[in-house]
């Protein structure tokens, strides 16, 4: 079936079965969307990302433990 025979034949649906039509293309589109191959991202190694270290020189981050701590008994009563 070419397309202008599909679209002859839609055509003579009846408006009910028009939209039973439409949405199965919808749903099949949305599956074909899910199915596509994820994009492979760049790994990097994590002691190359920018944000290790940033607070290296912060007094407070001496003892990390001593310091969550404090923030959960300060922040969390």
């Known amino acids: 079936m070419n397309q202008a025979e599909f679209f002859q034949?839609?055509?003579?649906?009846?408006?009910?079965?028009?939209k039973i039509v439409a949405d199965l293309i919808t749903l099949l589109s949305k599956q074909?969307?899910?199915?596509?191959?994820?994009?492979?991202?760049?790994?990097t190694r994590l002691v190359d990302e920018k944000f290790i270290g940033i607070w290296q020189d912060r007094d407070e981050m001496n003892d990390s433990t001593a310091y969550v701590r404090d923030l959960r008994k300060h922040g969390w009563i």
């Not at 034949?9 to 079965?17: I, M, V």
């Open 9 to 18: 034949d839609f055509a003579a649906l009846p408006p009910e079965a028009q």
């Open 32 to 43: 074909n969307e899910r199915t596509k191959p994820i994009r492979k991202m760049k790994s």
